[in-house]
């Protein structure tokens, strides 16, 4: 359905005879900016749906500088009886398929966002990566990935014109890495220490990571201690964890090793686990942000 609906929808074609319901709509008046800034809130499939009632935003929504594709925002599009998943994924495809097409020229995309819960099979992966190479090629400063078992592309980090990354549980191709210098922010969920990569990204500035539950697991904790390291410049972090012993590391440790963020201002933790009095925490936090001005705990402000 969907993807009829957007070949459907592509080009002007076709499309001259219907009446034009639109003509005397007020929001159809609006310059295109204020047009792109509403769409940057909506997901792409809500253009696409809109594209059918006005030619004006037909011809619009081919370039967005805003796409986002989630699979679970639209139950009755995306059902799951037949299957979703793929559907999901053709629907993306002919998306970027239009655009390539009937896009204006020099058409820079500003956020790109893809949210599919689902495993992607090695054909599906390596379109994402064709997907993920397209927002790159037109200069995407705001990537958000959340993408089942999908392993981030090294050329990503290398991008120079990305200033925020986020991702959710993805695998990378590379334990180590380092980033262009005009990533200013990231965004890493369901961060599992086992797997824990090092990611060196000069310029970062502020970073929200949320750890998965299970503690160090093969992991040590010297290996969250040299990730954190790598991120040194940050002023600004969240931290989001489930136990403090999680991430807690052992007194002789601090003792024998230098602080890992010098440079933090500003921290705000949260755990899920609020029963605690969380003091031995702040030590912790204290220690490894010597210079921090602010700190909450689960929103409580302690500095
Ligand atoms: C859905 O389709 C994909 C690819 O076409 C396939 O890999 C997957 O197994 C299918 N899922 C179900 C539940 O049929
Ligand atoms: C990190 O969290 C802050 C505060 O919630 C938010 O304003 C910021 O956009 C987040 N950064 C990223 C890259 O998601
Ligand atoms: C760490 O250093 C403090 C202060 O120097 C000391 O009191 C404490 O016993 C040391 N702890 C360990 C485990 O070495």
Redesign the pocket.
Known sequence: MATKRVKRNCGEKGVQNEPDIMAEDRISQLPDSVIYYIFSFLPTIHLVRMSRVSRRWRRMWVSTPFLYFDCHFDDVTFTEKVNRSSMFLKFVGNCLRCRKLYMQPDTFITSFKLHTYDKLGHHAAQEVDNWVRFAIQSRVK?L?LQVGEYCIPQFVFTANSLT???FHALGFEVASLSTSSSLT???LRALKLESIISIEAPNLF???LSLTDGGYGSASCFDLLHFLAKLHGLK?M?LSTFWEEDIIFPEDIRNTSSPPLPNLKHL?ASLYDEHKKNSELLDFLVWCAPSVETLKINGKILL
């Open positions: 705001e958000d925020q990354l986020r922010q990231l965004k502020q970073a929200n600004k969240k705000e």
